[in-house]
Nanobody, 124 residues
């Protein structure tokens, strides 16, 4: 059975940093693209970042480029998102997702498995 579980969410002040993680099980992690998406209250879920199976291809949304860093550990079936210079507009539920490694991973439709999400709140 597939499980994706996010952890590390919480409250952080504007300008601060937070690291969130996703632990995966029940599928072959090392041949899946992993992505992070987020959904703010009243808004649609949006793409944040994707990393391919090897970590050799990474795509960031323009809104987080230069502030967020994704990394994966295929030996531990985990993916991490380091978020720096956080702003109130980064407040959202952050979702981890896994998809077959066929596309760039920019669209939700490319992902088969989703975690329940972790809340990140940035106070001004």
């Amino acid at each position: 059975q597939v499980h994706l579980v996010e952890s590390g969410g919480g409250l952080v002040r504007a300008g601060g940093s937070r690291s969130i993680s996703c632990s995966a099980s029940g599928f072959t992690f090392s041949n899946h693209t992993m992505g992070w998406f987020r959904q703010a209250p009243g808004k649609e879920r949006e793409f944040v970042v994707a990393i391919n199976w090897s970590g050799g291809a990474i795509y960031y949304a323009d809104s987080v480029k230069g502030r967020f860093t994704i990394a994966r550990d295929n030996a531990k079936n985990t993916v991490h998102l380091q978020m720096n210079s956080l702003q109130p507009e980064d407040t959202a539920v952050y979702f981890c997702a896994a998809g077959a490694d066929y596309g760039l991973g920019l669209d939700m439709t490319e992902y088969n498995y989703w975690g329940p999400g972790t809340q990140v709140t940035v106070s001004s």
